[in-house]
C-alpha cells in the first residue's frame, strides 16, 4: 500500500508540474511578443524621429537657399535701379543689409516693463472686493439688530 500512495503522489506532482510548466511558458511566449513588440515600437520612433529631424534640416537648408536667392534679386534690383535710373530718388533697401534699430526694441521692453510694474502698484494699493466697508454686524450685532431679534 506504501508503494501505491507513492506513486499517486508522484503521478499528482508529475501532473502539477506539467500544468505549471505550460502555464509559465505561455507567460514567457507572451512576454516574448510583448519584448518584441516594444522593440518594434522603439525601431518605429527612432526612424520617425531620424524623418523629422531631416525634414527640419532640409527645411532649414531651403529657407537658407531662399533667403540667399531674395538677397539675390534685392542686390539685382538695386545694382539695375543705380545703372538705369542714376538721377532718381527712388532707393531699394535690402532688408537683409540694413541693421535694424536696436533702441525701438529696448524701448519697446521698457513700456510694456513699465506698464506692469503700474498695473502692480494700482492692484496693490485698492482694497480687494471681499472687504466690507464699516461694519457688517455679524460677530457684534448692533443694537438695532439685537432689537428686532428680540420678540415683543
Known amino acids: 500500500m506504501d508503494w501505491t500512495i507513492n506513486i499517486l503522489f508522484l503521478a499528482i506532482g508529475g501532473v502539477s508540474g506539467f500544468i ?8 514567457t511566449v ?9 522593440q518594434q515600437l522603439e ?12 525634414h527640419f534640416a532640409q527645411s532649414a537648408n531651403l529657407l537658407g537657399t ?19 535710373l542714376p538721377d532718381s530718388d527712388l532707393t531699394i533697401n535690402i532688408p537683409f543689409i540694413e541693421a535694424k534699430e536696436p533702441s525701438l526694441v529696448k524701448e519697446a521692453i521698457e ?8 498695473n502692480d502698484a494700482k492692484s496693490n494699493a485698492a482694497q480687494p472686493n ?5 461694519s457688517h454686524g455679524i460677530i457684534n450685532p448692533s443694537s438695532e439688530q439685537e432689537a428686532e431679534k428680540k420678540p415683543a
Open 20 to 27: 505549471i510548466a505550460k502555464l509559465l511558458s505561455k507567460s
Open 30 to 38: 507572451s512576454d516574448n511578443a510583448a519584448h518584441a513588440k516594444n
Open 66 to 84: 531662399m533667403a540667399q536667392e531674395y538677397s539675390n534679386v534685392y542686390k539685382h534690383m538695386a545694382q539695375a535701379q543705380q545703372s538705369l
Open 111 to 118: 513700456e510694456v516693463e513699465m506698464e506692469a510694474a503700474a
Open 130 to 134: 471681499d472687504y466690507v466697508s464699516g
Open 43 to 54: 525601431a518605429e520612433i527612432k526612424q520617425y524621429k531620424q524623418d523629422v529631424e531631416q
